[in-house]
């Protein structure tokens, strides 16, 4: 228990620290109201209840599964973004606690902590319209338990598939190919055994075979996790930057971010694992809609506008080993340095993207779907500038700088909000649902190109005002 609260006081020191106790402690608040605001939206445009709480599900589960994408992070970023801290999930060199008790510690640790200081807060933000719809006290308790299972299954699994994937590529890739044969089979449901089944329907069994899951998936992360030593040498083929540099558009400076990410700990993998939990994620919230709606929305426009806007990892990864005030040193300004992290972004984000399009052509028409190669890689575009604009070459101060994310938060909704819209009227009306979100996306991505081009002087002038 000592462990445990003192990794609770790590977390709390380490995010005041980075964001100011003011900015840190609102995040809470900031949660309560976009979620009351943003059920109350849906309540106006006729959505139901049972539909709402089931994206709910989805999106804690997804929020999970990134959480849980610890071991792709590794300490080589967290050094870069903490400077030469050590956390306490990573000590077990120095402190006489094993490996495993750390990670099983840490996974407690981020159940209590995000269930504190995000899921009361979300579920809080939801009570009031919940309550106008008919919701008894008891269910909104068992909304609040079954989300915190929710995160806990997610970030569980996330680290039981990475700790895999350290293990044995072939171990990972094998059970991925099941988990996409029973998606595609239908056979069994695999939403039977999660905590929205027993939301849906609270019994014994549905409860046993919810937390079984969990159970499993808590135990076999910490006990497959290798995590890298650090102590080891290899070799590394230098020919690879000058092979980069020949393809189209290739720069010394684009081909440096690519160069990170793939020799970082997960490689380029975790690009694929980042936005493969988001397409299956949105692939659960298309049949619950249609479930519970009995509505048709476009899975074209869901596909290609939801992968779009998670692509905001990628960016996240092609700048983890950045410290800008290097970038002084060279003979390039900033410009030449964003351009070339918007460069590196898609490069890295729009194949994999795509790939996943062509994936969903299993469950989906091919007509559908094509309007998802348009509007997927302009909401990437979009979100590339946005993010460059807003945070520089520091995306990860969004977690929980409340100002910075409300402003992200504000700018994702111009574009999300519509193409949420679209995608939900393509059943009754698919010719303008379907040119009506190309539009939306092509005005979004030619802003994001001048938020992009803006970025570079911007953020030179803010580096160059506090260099002493």
């Not at 609040?144 to 299972?149: E, R």
């Not at 849906?200 to 549905?206: E, I, K, L, M, Q």
């Amino acid at each position: 228990m000592k462990l445990f609260r003192r990794m609770l006081v790590e977390e709390y020191r380490l995010h005041s620290r980075l964001f100011g106790s003011t900015r840190f402690l609102a995040f809470p608040l900031f949660v309560a109201v976009v979620v009351g605001a943003g059920v109350s939206l849906l309540r106006l445009t006729g959505t139901e209840l049972s539909a709402v709480v089931a994206g709910l599900h989805a999106l804690v589960a997804f929020f999970g599964l990134q959480v849980g994408t610890l071991g792709l992070v590794g300490r080589d970023a967290m050094r870069d973004v903490l400077g030469d801290t050590t956390l306490l999930v990573f000590s077990a060199r120095t402190l006489p606690v094993s490996w495993r008790r750390l990670l099983a510690t840490f996974l407690l640790k981020d159940l209590v902590y995000y269930a504190a200081f995000f899921l009361t807060p979300l579920v809080l933000g939801f009570v009031p319209v919940a309550l106008i719809g008919g919701f008894q006290p008891a269910q909104v308790a068992l909304l609040w338990l079954t989300l915190v299972a929710t995160f806990a299954l997610g970030a569980a699994s996330s680290l039981a598939l990475v700790g895999l994937g350290t293990r044995s590529t072939g171990g990972l890739l094998a059970v991925v190919a099941v988990f996409v044969a029973v998606a595609v089979a239908r056979t069994p449901d695999v939403v039977t055994a999660t905590p929205y089944a027993f939301y849906a329907d609270p019994s014994p069994t549905t409860a046993v075979t919810a937390a079984v899951p969990i159970a499993v998936a808590s135990v076999l992360g910490p006990l497959l996790f290798e995590p890298a030593t650090g102590g080891s040498t290899r070799r590394i083929r230098t020919d690879r930057y000058r092979t980069l540099q020949r393809l189209p558009g290739v720069d010394g400076l684009t081909a440096r971010p690519l160069l990170e990410v793939a020799r970082s700990s997960g490689s380029v993998w975790k690009v694929a694992f980042s936005l493969g939990v988001l397409f299956a994620v949105t692939a659960l919230l298309l049949d619950r809609i249609v479930a519970a709606t009995g509505l048709a929305p476009s899975a074209g426009i869901a596909f290609g506008a939801l992968l779009g806007l998670g692509t905001f990892t990628t960016y996240n990864w092609a700048t983890q080993f950045d410290d800008p005030r290097e970038y002084l040193r060279y003979p390039a300004g900033m410009a030449a340095v964003f351009r070339a992290k918007f460069r590196a972004h898609l490069v890295l984000a729009v194949p994999t993207g795509l790939a996943y399009l062509a994936l969903a052509a299993l469950w989906y028409p091919v007509g559908e779907l094509l309007v998802g190669l348009l509007v997927f890689p302009l909401v990437a575009v979009y979100v590339a500038g946005l993010t460059a604009y807003l945070t520089g070459l520091s995306p990860n101060e969004l977690l929980f700088d409340t100002l910075l994310f409300a402003g992200f938060g504000a700018g994702l909704a111009v574009l999300a909000v519509p193409l949420l819209v679209a995608a939900l009227a393509a059943g009754t009306a698919p010719v303008f649902a379907n040119a009506a979100a190309v539009a939306i996306a092509v005005v979004c991505a030619v802003v994001g190109v001048a938020l992009a081009h803006r970025a570079g002087p911007r953020w030179e002038r803010r580096l160059r005002d506090v260099e002493p």
